[in-house]
């Protein structure tokens, strides 16, 4: 067993699929597209750009940057450069348009829809070199940084200055900064904070002819022509490279309260939910929920004492933060109390600590990684309306044992199907845990998964975007002239198409 | 057992919380505690869950669990936790916001000890804020009670507790009758969640407040703090690209 807290801060091994299949192996019926191959003079004129040390070319430390977190998608990438300032990467891209040669933007290599690694020899320009703090206002709490600072340092960083990221995610300890912007992240606060469209102010970008467009603004108001910044908001790497990011940090709760509540059913989720909206407003943080699937597969993985003794089908968790501790208190004690009278809540416990207040959040935070331990995953990131959001769940795995996927023993290849997610914002992740990656699993669950999201409008990616694995279901949530107009803006930024290609649509 | 019953003493302090980094306040009198978070000392909550332990694997032999803490009126929150987790009641010996040393607690503490006609007393071995540890071994002395410090274990086996004690390279076993004094190490247990409906029924337990004069008790400092100050920053690594730069480096430092 391990411990989950290590197990966040540093990169692990995600799934324990010994060997990753080349994605271009899994996927045959993808071609290359006609980009050069790279040559002995195309590194040297890297190198002569980001200097020996910032080229990788050997074997086992190109393992890292070729392989997506999940273990689903494998690169064959031959190098990886990492420039150290908007003027290299700037250079680099530039030599990559003329010469035709295909590159994949690359932060902390968490994305989870294969996004962030090569498909075929795409060259990976990795931001993980840039990484700095360019200032901090703390009056206005204005953030400027290179685009590779790892989430949880800027989060430290502003948290020695009172304030705060407005972004909270799982993959903290690894993900950048940048990564977040080109993936629109959503994460566990956004129901305090807002998304990125709102909290970004402005963006440094190094478009695919290499030129650097800067539109890093510290202005809140700022209505002169097309707001361009939002484009690359959720572009996942297919406009251009994100090297700088300037974003609007709120101050830092002083005061923070987690509870961790058992409820009989999706219903008393919903309405715990109303509840909580009502009694707790301005100072409920996140509320989150998952059902007691989830709850068993952590449990599995982890040594995380349990935080309620008994079974309940399902677990909420919230986050209370604000700025006066008495009185934060006072709130969420009646809001428990009357939740437990009128039993929408059937048992729960409140965090007295720091370390506790963590070790609630764990066990939220954790079910990602636990739903790979066992071989590997199937990821859907849903948004439908909320009164439908958990029948997903209930018929996907009535649909895997239909057709005696899913079991206790080794013969069958699911594991489990388990839903939990940001409630607050709508939003499902359905994970469909398997002992191995098998292609009767994903014909069972796709087209049908999408096919009931765009039955009930929803989206079929609520918040780890398109990438590699959605991009051919896009047409789920989005219509023809969309998605032509999206195809249209990417050809006038990229004409050569070698950002990030093969992704996205 | 010839005890027919156990009354126990958690004595428990409010301290920063131990996730948080401490910071000198600017007059380096002591640390910055406005806006930071309290909690327990995390080796008092080990007392109290280890009080709380004994009850559950004793039926029926502890007859009371008192809760004390002596510290600012603020203190009556870890009070109402240890409540909800399963004391029977408490008392807050109101001393302010002022740090209160060893000996002046153990006093206190002796007091209340003497009108409880407790018999055990479970303490942490050391308060994470001054890291004095010297608490329960000053009551041992006031009390003259056979003391059993750094308790990884307890245990209670005919008319005698049996503790195991952590100490260098090993483990030692130490026995004693009551009334004793055990003051608890990190290993002893892990303290539980506080759970809602505890919550709830730990309202309607009682807190009873004193004065450290009603106990006839003066807290004056024998010690005046002259300074406190942060360790010194370590210097920032450089990275060496080859094994003679290397060498070199450590040579200009004078290490080799
Ligand atoms: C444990 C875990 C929990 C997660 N929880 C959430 C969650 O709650 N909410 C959520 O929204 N997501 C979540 N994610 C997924 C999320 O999208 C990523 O963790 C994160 O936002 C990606 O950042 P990254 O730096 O790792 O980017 P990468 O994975 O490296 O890249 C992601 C995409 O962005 C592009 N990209 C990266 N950096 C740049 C750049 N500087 N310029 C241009 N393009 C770039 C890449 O080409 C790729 O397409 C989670 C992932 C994990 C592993």
Redesign the interface.
């Known amino acids: 067993m391990v411990s989950p807290i290590s197990v966040l801060g540093a990169r692990v091994q995600y799934s324990s699929v010994a060997n990753v299949q080349l994605t271009s192996e899994t996927y045959p019926e993808i071609q290359r597209g006609d980009y050069a191959k790279l040559t002995d003079e195309d590194i040297a004129h890297f190198k002569a750009i980001v200097s020996e040390?910032g080229v990788v070319t050997d074997a086992d430390d190109l393992v890292f940057y070729n392989e997506d977190w999940m273990r689903k998608y494998r690169g064959m990438s031959s190098i990886v450069l990492k420039p150290k300032t908007t003027e290299q990467v700037s250079q680099i891209v530039q030599y990559c348009n003329e010469k035709k040669l295909a590159v994949v933007p690359q932060g902390g290599n968490t994305g989870l829809v294969g996004g962030s690694v090569p498909v075929f020899d795409e060259i990976v320009l990795s931001l993980a070199n840039m990484n700095s703090v360019r200032s901090f206002d703390p009056v206005s709490g204005i953030l400027v940084a290179d685009a590779g600072v790892i989430l949880e340092v800027a989060d430290q960083y502003l948290a020695e200055r009172g304030h705060i990221f407005p972004l909270d995610l799982g993959a903290k300890g690894s993900c950048h900064i940048g990564g977040n912007v080109a993936t629109n992240a959503g994460g566990l606060r956004l129901l305090r904070y807002g998304s990125l469209h709102g909290t970004v102010l402005g963006l440094e970008v190094v478009l695919p002819n290499g030129k650097i467009l800067n539109a890093l603004s510290s202005l809140r108001k700022d209505n002169t022509g097309y707001d361009l910044k939002q484009l690359f908001i959720g572009s996942e790497g297919t406009l251009g490279v994100i090297t700088g990011i300037s974003i609007l940090c709120p101050q830092r709760p002083?005061?923070t309260n987690v509870?961790?509540?058992g409820v009989e059913s999706y219903e008393a989720v919903q309405k715990a939910f109303v509840h909580a909206k009502a009694e707790l407003s301005e100072i409920l943080s996140a509320f989150e929920f998952m059902d007691n699937k989830s709850l068993k597969l952590v449990q599995d993985h982890s040594d995380l004492?349990r935080?309620?003794e008994d079974e309940y089908p399902f677990y909420v968790l919230i986050e209370t933060s604000g700025s006066n501790k008495d009185h934060d208190d006072a709130k969420l004690?009646s809001f428990?109390?009357n939740a437990?009278e009128s039993e929408v809540?059937l048992?729960?416990?409140?965090?007295?600590?720091?370390?506790?207040l963590?070790n609630l959040w764990m066990w939220r935070e954790f079910i990602a990684e636990a739903s790979g331990k066992g071989g590997g995953v199937y990821k859907y990131d849903v948004s439908v309306p909320l009164k439908d959001l958990y029948s997903l769940v209930e018929d996907v795995t009535a649909r895997l044992n239909e057709h005696n996927l899913i079991g206790d023993s080794d013969e069958f290849p699911v594991i489990d199907s388990v839903g939990y997610g940001h409630l607050g914002d709508g939003n499902l992740h359905l994970n469909v845990a398997v002992r191995r990656y098998e292609k009767k699993v994903e014909k069972v669950l796709e087209p049908f998964v999408y096919e009931w999201i765009s039955k009930r409008s929803g989206s079929i990616s609520a918040e780890h975007g398109l990438g590699f694995a959605k991009k051919n279901y896009i047409g789920y949530s989005k219509d023809q002239d969309s998605i032509d107009l999206m195809k249209a803006i990417k050809s006038q930024f990229d004409p050569n198409h070698i950002m990030n290609p093969y992704k996205y649509f | 057992m010839s005890v027919k019953s156990l009354r126990i003493l958690v004595p428990v302090k409010r301290v920063i919380d131990y996730a948080i980094k401490p910071r000198v306040n600017k007059t380096q009198t002591g640390v910055e505690t406005t806006g930071v978070k309290f909690s327990i000392n995390p080796f008092c909550d080990i007392a109290v869950e280890e009080a709380i332990r004994i009850r559950e694997g004793t039926k029926g032999l502890v007859e009371n669990i008192h809760v004390v803490s002596a510290g600012p009126t603020k203190a009556q929150d870890i009070l109402r936790q240890a409540l909800a987790k399963g004391a029977d009641n408490s008392t807050l010996i109101e001393t302010g916001d002022k740090e209160v040393e060893p000996l002046s607690v153990a006093k206190l503490l002796q007091k209340v000890i003497e009108e409880d006609n407790s018999n055990l007393v479970i303490l942490g071995k050391q308060a994470i804020d001054d890291d004095s540890g010297q608490t329960g071994q000053i009551l041992a002395g006031l009390l003259n009670w056979p003391q059993a410090t750094n308790a990884s274990k307890v245990e209670f086996k005919d008319d005698k507790v049996f503790v195991t004690r952590e100490i260098d390279g090993g483990s030692e076993t130490v026995s004693a009758s009551l009334p004793m004094i055990i003051t608890t190490d990190l290993r002893l247990n892990e303290p539980r969640y506080v759970t809602l409906p505890n919550i709830m029924k730990a309202k309607k337990k009682p807190l009873k407040k004193v004065k450290p004069a009603d106990l006839n008790i003066d807290i004056a400092s024998r010690l005046e703090t002259i300074k406190v100050e942060e360790p010194a920053k370590r210097e920032a690594g450089i990275k060496v690209g080859t094994v003679d730069e290397l060498i070199e480096k450590l040579k200009a430092s004078g290490s080799l």
């Not at chain 1, 048992?347 to 506790?356: A, I, L």
């Open positions: 040390s002083k005061a509870a961790f509540l004492a935080p309620l004690e428990l109390e437990m809540v048992d729960g416990v409140v965090s007295q600590d720091e370390t506790q963590k």
